[in-house]
């Protein structure tokens, strides 16, 4: 077993010490079981992890997507995610969070899948920004949107069609 002083050596923080010591601890004892985890409602393994010294919402919401692999996860508490929302949304990064959860029944039961969309569109954004690139995919970006009634759509100046079907107002 790893001690403090181990744990310290390795590079780790006190405070990530005690977190881990604490996770370690609560393992042991029963209280976090990974098995039990891996099957369990994600409510339950949210509530489960977040009595661990150190591990918040955002922590177990992480675990659920990336280690059980959970597709219907709505993390509007991630920062990433936040400024996605903010800028294809065009709603300020404060309002984010209550748009994706307003967003949630629509991606549902995918919203793991669009926290991965959004995370991916962001990195992509981020990297052609003032490029070459940045002004062909901006005004390609711009003029989709993902309508709250579940469907793209594509923005025409004021008129609009449904781009599954091609139809104009």
Same mark, same amino acid.
């Not at 601890?25 to 994600?42: H, I, N, Y």
């Not at 597709?71 to 903010?86: C, F, K, P, R, T």
């Not at 294809?88 to 793991?112: D, E, F, G, I």
């Not at 052609?128 to 594509?154: C, H, M, P, S, Y």
């Given at each position: 077993?790893? #001690?403090?002083?181990? $744990?310290?050596?390795? #590079?780790?923080?006190?405070?990530?010490?005690?977190?881990?010591?604490?996770?370690?601890?609560?393992?042991?004892? #029963?209280?976090?079981?990974?098995?039990?985890?891996?099957?369990?409602?994600?409510?339950?393994?949210?509530?489960?992890?977040t009595e661990v010294k150190g591990i918040g919402v955002w922590t177990a919401k992480m675990f659920l997507i990336?280690? $059980?692999?959970?597709?219907?996860?709505?993390?509007?508490?991630?920062?990433?995610?936040?400024?996605?929302?903010?800028?294809?949304? +065009?709603?300020?990064?404060?309002?984010?969070?209550?748009?994706? &959860?307003? $967003?949630?029944?629509?991606?549902?039961?995918?919203?793991?899948?669009?926290?991965?969309?959004?995370?991916?569109?962001?990195?992509?954004?981020?990297?052609?920004? #003032?490029?070459?690139?940045?002004? &062909?995919?901006? +005004?390609?970006?711009?003029?989709?949107?993902?309508?709250?009634?579940?469907?793209?759509?594509?923005?025409?100046?004021?008129? &609009?069609?449904?781009?599954?079907?091609?139809?104009?107002?």
């Open positions: 077993a790893a #001690g403090p002083e181990r $744990l310290r050596a390795a #590079g780790l923080s006190r405070p990530k010490v005690s977190y881990v010591l604490d996770l370690a601890e609560k393992t042991s004892q #029963g209280q976090v079981d990974f098995a039990r985890l891996a099957v369990a409602p994600d409510e339950e393994v949210v509530t489960t992890l990336f280690h $059980l692999d959970r597709h219907d996860v709505n993390a509007h508490e991630d920062l990433g995610l936040q400024i996605a929302v903010s800028r294809l949304y +065009v709603v300020t990064r404060k309002l984010a969070p209550k748009k994706m &959860q307003k $967003l949630a029944p629509v991606w549902a039961p995918y919203n793991s899948v669009a926290a991965l969309t959004l995370w991916n569109w962001r990195h992509v954004m981020d990297a052609i920004e #003032g490029g070459a690139l940045a002004d &062909q995919w901006k +005004v390609q970006v711009d003029n989709w949107a993902f309508e709250e009634a579940g469907r793209w759509t594509v923005r025409e100046g004021p008129r &609009q069609h449904d781009a599954r079907n091609g139809s104009r107002p």
